[in-house]
């Protein structure tokens, strides 16, 4: 499942969230999803997306880095 969420203050910025099932993570999932996500996000005239995560979500901050989003460890 994911989504994207607009800032109130800032149209064009949107927080980009997902989750995928611990069974199937390790596939790429995470890197498709944030693609279509992208691409809606895009589409709805959001240009600044970023990303939340775990300190210790290492995969995920992976994803995100390879996909050139910036991201906030929390």
């Not at 910025?13 to 809606?40: C, K, N, W």
Request: some cysteine; overall charge positive; hydrophobic content about 40%.
């Amino acid at each position: 499942m994911g989504a994207y969420d607009r800032l109130a203050d800032d149209a064009r910025t949107a927080e980009v969230a997902f989750v995928i099932a611990d069974r199937l993570q390790g596939e790429g999932l995470g890197a498709v999803l944030l693609r279509r996500l992208e691409r809606r996000a895009v589409d709805a005239g959001i240009s600044c997306p970023y990303a939340q995560t775990f300190p210790e979500n290492r995969a995920m901050q992976n994803v995100l880095r390879r996909a050139g989003y910036p991201y906030v460890c929390r």
